[in-house]
């Protein structure tokens, strides 16, 4: 058994080839950003992973939260609680940046938990950091110090970084109304092009109107026009067909924030046989974004004011490390770009919602920033929202699963919520009651659209025509790999482990088919498949239920496509690559296969061997039972109810 002299802690890829050169028996590298992983792969180098360290995963959003809900100031001799900081003229904005604070501090609180297992676990002699981020630096050098370890530092962070941080701040100063002003000019000549032409052509004013704000723009629905098959997100397609069925006029409000990319969804959605007029967020904007600036400035002022404060300065303490220096940067950054662009959010919506005047608003979530800035809008003029649920709930869902801070301000709604949120099943509420901030009255269980539609759909695909169109083996096995953003950022591990259990197993029957998440580039992803293989696929913009339709079996980390798969009658496989947290959904509920590199290549032999049969049969039951309001083909006449008892109540002036 080799002793371990010295660990090398890999932060920076710029430094992979330094730490390979050290290299020996008496030196471990260990990988500490999943970004590094795939070059030491290369170079054909053992090495360990920092979050495999702890032998349970730890939820650190859920840790930071209850940190921050005991964190208060003082005024004038008055506690106030730290959420009332962030008060302004136009209420309180605590709700745009809760998840921002919680990930920053749960980032720092892993970092020096790790880095102390670490050293606990492996009693080094010496560390050797490789590492650009002064920050961390800092941080990971006073450790060593408490721990009387020598530390060397190879990353060569910037002597002027403080210089650095000052000219970014600058030009984004200048830089940000220059963006808003481009955006907001590209919004009002878009508009004025849709208002001639598609939008007069289905606008009719002598109707009930609904907004559906179902941004991003990926959502949206699309439709095959060789096949006539809606493709991706089946729900916002059959209920706006269930709103236009019952005289509802509905209008898509698209937000943006890209221009490239929204030119092109919005060419896709004039080319879409979908009759919907469209209009723009960013035209509402009332009057000159100088006030907002001097607002920001403010606020701005005031919060940085809080989090410079001594007495909370020592309340940013874990484990006997200071955070404050590294949290008050980070916030700074982040308040001085974001405050200016949720204050100018805040004026569109509540301009749109007096312009247009809408019976209700249509939400695919309520968690991202201008989802909430709407809601806040709508709700402060006694117009109803609705939130489809968007992807899974579990008790780490960083968008739901979240019970809302103290304060001493009366009656405040944090963060601003739709007076419905309507979800795919039971299993669903359980989680909003028991981990989120939610009362009963705000969630009503309606089931999905699409999953209840997925046998008519299906029976329009033919696998054969399906297979021949993207090239497939004829016979070969599909193992479809859907992909998926993962909040602990293992995204380059999960990749790696499914790759490399596939190419062991070295099945010439079986085929690996990826498929890319919507809001990803494909073209960032094509490195994956080795040379000069062809039983490895890569795809993006096909309908999920077509792919579905010639698959064996579906593999994914975390993602809502275990439903779908199920329900067609798919097994599903869900794949942890390290202790992450973001699993914890599909452990606790068994609805799928749960693997790591332990296992994944036997579970895939056995389900495609048919093999655990009874087992899948179990999970698709539960799923049906729990998860799926018991695809009773009623999901659309839940929701239209729902909207047509407030539409009653504003007829009768009770709302």
Wanted: glycine share 4%; net charge positive.
């Amino acid at each position: 058994m080799n002793v371990i002299d010295t660990i090398i802690l890999l932060f920076s890829s710029k430094q992979v080839q330094n730490s390979i050169s050290l290299k020996n028996t008496s030196i471990k590298i260990i990988s500490c950003s999943n970004d590094i992983i795939p070059a030491l792969k290369e170079k054909n180098v053992e090495f360990s992973i920092l979050g495999d360290y702890y032998s349970s995963p730890i939820n650190y959003s859920e840790f930071t939260r209850e940190w921050m809900d005991n964190w208060v100031y003082y005024k004038d001799g008055t506690k106030y609680a730290f959420l009332d900081v962030f008060s302004s003229d136009i209420g309180n904005l605590w709700w745009y940046i809760d998840i921002e604070v919680s990930n920053l501090l749960g980032s720092l609180v892993r970092t020096i938990s790790e880095i102390n297992r670490v050293l606990e676990e492996e009693e080094p002699k010496k560390v050797i950091l490789c590492d650009d981020n002064l920050e961390r630096i800092q941080i990971i050098k006073e450790i060593c110090q408490r721990k009387q370890i020598p530390i060397q530092i190879l990353g060569k962070p910037s002597r002027y970084q403080e210089l650095k941080n000052l000219i970014h701040l600058a030009i984004a100063d200048i830089w940000r109304p220059v963006r808003y002003r481009r955006i907001r000019r590209w919004c009002k000549n878009k508009q004025k092009e849709l208002n001639k032409d598609h939008n007069l052509k289905y606008l009719n004013n002598n109707l009930e109107k609904g907004i559906f704000l179902t941004h991003p723009p990926h959502w949206r629905p699309t439709v095959d026009p060789a096949k006539g098959i809606r493709n991706e997100n089946f729900h916002f397609s059959l209920i706006y067909d269930e709103m236009k069925k019952n005289s509802i006029q509905v209008i898509d409000m698209h937000t943006v924030s890209r221009i490239g990319r929204s030119s092109r969804v919005i060419k896709e959605m004039e080319d879409s046989p979908q009759e919907i007029p469209i209009i723009f967020l960013q035209t509402y904007f009332s009057g000159s974004s100088f006030p907002y600036s001097i607002s920001s400035k403010i606020i701005e002022k005031q919060i940085l004011k809080f989090f410079d404060n001594h007495t909370f300065s020592e309340k940013l303490i874990y484990q006997g490390l200071s955070l404050h220096k590294q949290v008050l940067h980070t916030v700074q950054r982040f308040f001085r770009i974001n405050i200016p662009f949720v204050l100018l959010t805040i004026n569109n919506a509540l301009q749109m919602v007096l312009k247009e005047r809408p019976s209700f608003i249509f939400l695919i979530n309520e968690y991202s920033l201008h989802e909430r800035a709407v809601i806040f809008a709508a709700k402060s003029k006694g117009i109803p929202c609705y939130a489809m649920q968007h992807g899974l709930i579990s008790k780490d869902s960083r968008g739901y699963a979240i019970k809302s801070l103290q304060t001493t301000v009366a009656d405040i709604e944090l963060p601003p919520r739709a007076n419905k949120t309507l979800l795919y099943g039971k299993g669903f509420s359980e989680v909003l009651l028991k981990h989120g901030s939610y009362s009963p009255n705000e969630i009503e269980i309606v089931g999905s659209p699409f999953w209840e539609k997925v046998e008519v759909f299906k029976s329009q695909y033919d696998p054969v025509l399906t297979r021949k169109r993207l090239k497939l083996p004829e016979k070969s096995k599909i193992i479809l790999y859907t992909m998926q953003n993962l909040p602990d950022g293992s995204n380059s591990l999960v990749n790696q482990l499914i790759i490399d259990t596939f190419l062991n197993l070295g099945r010439k029957d079986f085929f690996l088919l990826i498929k890319v998440h919507p809001v990803d580039n494909i073209e960032n992803y094509f490195h994956l498949i080795p040379p000069h293989r062809s039983d490895i696929g890569i795809i993006k913009d096909e309908a999920l239920g077509e792919m579905l339709s010639i698959s064996s079996v579906l593999i994914t980390a975390y993602s809502t496509t275990v439903f779908d798969a199920a329900i067609m009658s798919i097994p599903s496989i869900t794949v942890t690559a390290s202790h992450s947290i973001i699993n914890s959904f599909f452990y606790d509920s068994n609805i799928s296969f749960n693997a790591d590199n332990s296992n994944l290549g036997t579970l895939l032999l056995r389900i495609l061997e048919k093999e655990d049969n009874d087992a899948f049969n179990e999970q698709r039951e539960r799923i049906k039972n729990k998860y799926a309001a018991g695809l009773d083909l009623k999901s659309l006449n839940r929701i239209w109810s729902i909207i047509q008892e407030s539409l009653n109540k504003k007829s009768d002036g009770s709302l």
